[in-house]
C-alpha cells in the first residue's frame, strides 16, 4: 500500500541509494554499518525480558515506540528517537502506509535455524548482545552482522527474492540480554 495523507518525510537513518540493488536486483541481504547508541548496555541490563509489537506509521511512530520503549522499561533517552527514525525511514523507503514494529529483550535464541521469512523485506538491527548471523546458500561460511549494523532482508514475498541467503537469531550466553529491533512488512 502506498504512503497515504499529506505526510512527507524523507529517508534519513540510510542513503536510499545504498538500498538499490538490493530492492530491484538480485541481492537478498544488505548490510549496512553504522555505530551503535552509547550506553545500551546498562538500560538492558536493568529491563526485563519483555516484548514490544505494534503497527506503526510515518504519524504515529514517535508515539508507538515511546509506548514501547516505557513498557520495555528501556531508560535510554536516544533509543526511541533512534528506533523513530528507522521507522519512517523504512516506510519512506518501502512506500509504506504501516509496517509492523518489534522490540524484544530476550535472554534466549528465538530463532536457531536458518531460514528466510514470509514477508517482502525486513529490517534487523541489534543494540544490545549478540547480532544477527547470516549464511549464503552456497557456502558454509556462519556470518554476523556487527552491533549497531542494519540487516536489509529480502522475504519469499519479495518479487526478486532467491533464496540465496538464510539468517537465524544468535545463541544468547546464559546471564546475558540481546536488544533487538525488526521491522517488516
Not at 538490493?22 to 529491563?47: F, T, W
Not at 523513530?84 to 509496517?99: A, K, M, N, W
Not at 549497531?148 to 544468535?170: A, C, E, I, M, Q
Request: charged share 20%.
Amino acid at each position: 500500500m502506498p504512503i497515504v495523507g499529506s505526510v512527507s518525510q524523507s529517508v534519513t537513518a540510510w542513503n536510499s541509494t545504498e538500498l538499490t540493488e538490493l530492492k530491484s536486483g538480485s541481492a537478498d541481504i544488505l548490510v549496512l554499518e553504522r555505530a551503535n547508541l552509547p550506553n545500551m548496555v546498562e538500560a538492558v541490563r536493568l529491563a526485563p525480558i519483555a516484548e514490544y509489537r505494534a503497527q506503526v506509521t510515518l504519524r504515529n511512530a514517535a508515539t508507538k515506540i515511546e509506548l514501547g520503549v516505557s513498557e520495555l522499561k528501556l531508560a535510554n533517552s536516544g533509543f526511541a528517537d533512534d528506533v523513530t527514525s528507522l521507522v519512517r525511514s523504512f516506510v519512506t523507503e518501502f512506500d509504506r502506509s504501516s509496517v509492523s514494529l518489534r522490540i524484544e529483550i530476550v535472554n534466549t535464541q528465538s530463532c536457531p535455524k536458518f531460514h528466510c521469512d514470509n514477508v517482502y523485506i525486513r529490517l534487523v538491527t541489534t543494540y544490545v548482545g549478540p547480532c544477527t548471523e547470516y549464511q549464503y546458500a552456497e557456502e558454509s561460511e556462519v556470518r554476523v552482522a556487527g552491533l549497531g549494523s542494519l540487516v536489509f532482508l529480502k522475504g519469499h514475498k519479495h518479487p526478486t527474492h532467491r533464496d540465496s541467503v538464510y539468517h537465524r537469531s544468535p545463541a544468547v550466553p546464559p546471564g546475558t540480554k540481546r536488544l533487538c529491533v525488526v521491522i517488516d512488512f
